[in-house]
C-alpha cells in the first residue's frame, strides 16, 4: 500500500505540473493549442514503444467506448488547463478534484444505481466546499475559470466511467493510445485555421506537458497494481499542496481564506465520496 500511495502522489504531482506549465506558457498560446501539442506530442512520444511491441495494442472490439473516453478525456485536459490560465492554480486543481462527487451522481442519474446515506452526506460536505471556493454571483460570467474547473471535474468523472468499462477488456496501453490518438484527432479539428508558431520556450513548456501527461498515466497504472483505488484514492488530493505550493513560490499566488475552507471541505467530502463507493478502476486523463 505504501509504494501504492507513493506513486499515485507521484502521478498527481505529474497532472499539477502540467497545469503550471499551462500557465507558464503565458498569454501567447490559448489553451487550445497547449492542449492539440500536449496530445501530439504525447502521441509521437508514445510510438516507439508501440513499435517495439509490434502494435499489438492496437486491435480493439469497443472503439465506441474508446472514442467516449477520448472525447471526454480530450474535453476535460482543455477545461483544466483553460481554468489553470485564468484562475489560481490550487482552484484549478481542487475544482478538478471534484471528480470523485460527480461518478457516483452519475451513476445515480445514468445508471440508476443506489447512492446510501453516508454517501449523501460526503457530497453535501464537498458540494458545499465548492460553492464557497467558486462563490457564485454575477461575476462568474466575466471570470469563469472556476466555472471551467468545475467543468473538467464533472467531464473527466464521464471519462471515468468509460475507462472503469474500457478496464474489463482493454488492457492500460491500449486505452492510452486510443486516448491520445482520439483526443489528438479531435483536438486538430478544432484547430482548424488557429495554428500559429511558437517560441522555443513554449514549445519546451509544451514538451514537458507531454511528458508529465504519459508519466501521470503510467504512473497512475502502476500504482493501482499495488494498492486498490478506495485504499489509496484518497492521496489524489495532494496536488491541491502540490498546486499551492507551486502556485506560490512560482506565481505568487496565496488563495484566500474561503478557497482554503472551500477546498478543506471538498477534499473531505472526496475522501469520503471515494471510501464510500465500490472499488473501480482509476481515471486516466
Known amino acids: 500500500m505504501a509504494k501504492g500511495a507513493a506513486l499515485l502522489v507521484a502521478a498527481f504531482l505529474a497532472n499539477t505540473l502540467q497545469s503550471a506549465f499551462a500557465r507558464a506558457v503565458g498569454s501567447g498560446m490559448d489553451a487550445l493549442m497547449f ?27 469497443v472503439f465506441p467506448l474508446h472514442l467516449l473516453r477520448g472525447g471526454m478525456g480530450m474535453g476535460g485536459f482543455l477545461l ?18 471534484t471528480t470523485p462527487m460527480f461518478i457516483p451522481l452519475l451513476a445515480w442519474l445514468v445508471l440508476r444505481q443506489r447512492i446510501p446515506p453516508s454517501l449523501w452526506k460526503a457530497l453535501a460536505v464537498g458540494f458545499a466546499g465548492m460553492v464557497i471556493v467558486v462563490q457564485p454571483n454575477a461575476s462568474l460570467l466575466d471570470k469563469p475559470g472556476d466555472l471551467l474547473g468545475l467543468a473538467a471535474g464533472f467531464v473527466c468523472a464521464i471519462e471515468f466511467l468509460a ?38 520556450d513554449q514549445f519546451l513548456w509544451v514538451l514537458a506537458s507531454a511528458l508529465c501527461l504519459l508519466s501521470f498515466q503510467f504512473l497512475l497504472i502502476r500504482a493501482y497494481s499495488y494498492a486498490d483505488p ?27 481564506a474561503g478557497v482554503v475552507v472551500g477546498t478543506v471541505l471538498i477534499c473531505v467530502g472526496g475522501v469520503l465520496s471515494l471510501v464510500g463507493q465500490n472499488p473501480v478502476a482509476a481515471p486516466q486523463r
Open 35 to 61: 492542449t492539440w501539442l500536449t496530445f501530439v506530442l504525447a502521441l509521437v512520444l508514445l510510438i516507439p514503444l508501440l513499435a517495439l511491441r509490434g502494435g499489438r495494442d492496437l486491435p480493439t472490439r
Open 80 to 97: 483544466f488547463m483553460s481554468a489553470a490560465q485564468l484562475v489560481n492554480l490550487v482552484n484549478a486543481n481542487v475544482l478538478l478534484n
Open 163 to 200: 475507462v472503469k468499462a474500457l478496464g474489463r477488456s482493454e488492457s492500460a496501453l491500449t486505452q492510452l493510445v486510443y486516448f491520445l490518438t482520439i483526443g489528438g484527432l479531435v483536438s486538430s479539428l478544432m484547430m482548424v485555421g488557429r495554428f500559429h508558431a511558437i517560441t522555443p
Open 230 to 256: 478506495s485504499a489509496i484514492g484518497a492521496f489524489q488530493y495532494s496536488s491541491v499542496v502540490f498546486a499551492g505550493l507551486i502556485g506560490w513560490v512560482w506565481f505568487g499566488q496565496i488563495p484566500n
